[in-house]
DNA sequence: CTGTGACTTCCAGTCCGTA
DNA sequence: TTACGGACTGGAAGTCACA
């Protein structure tokens, strides 16, 4: 199995580099969305499978569609 | 909370719209995503905030990206 | 500033039905 | 074929202390 990388793992990759692209900190990233700071850090690593609705909350965060952010998954 | 459409219905409404286009029924559909029948209803419905995983199921059992999934969404 | 393990609460997700 | 209800289990949501 797992012939690509895990979606949780490219999908954290993608925040991290958006979210850095962006100068943002962790900590005021989570800040941003409305999350605590832990959590985005495991959303970053790859160690939460996270819902629709906050998945709704980065890609507002990150001032892009659901569709963009999910480009290249 | 005053949203003109929630996430959650325009996603279900974009999957049911998808999965009608492919002629499957919602039991066949389910049994592709390997999804139980009543909770695929519950995401076309818009009462389920599905988890990235599942998401990319449906994406894959639609054949699409993810990306296109959430096109205009 | 970030990683990580542990923790509680509540919903994601399953399985049984009925209409 | 789909909507929806009840009851259940595992895991997502959200937070904390400390490295």
Partial sequence: MAKKADILIRFGERVRELRAERGYSQEAFAHI??????YVGGIERGE??????????????????????????
Wanted: glycine share 4%; proline share 0%.
């Fill in 48 to 73: 939460r499978n996270l819902a629709l609705r906050n998945i709704e909350r980065i890609a507002e965060s990150l001032d892009i569609s659901i569709s963009e952010l999910m480009k290249g998954l």
């Fill in 33 to 38: 969305c409305e999350l605590d700071r832990t």
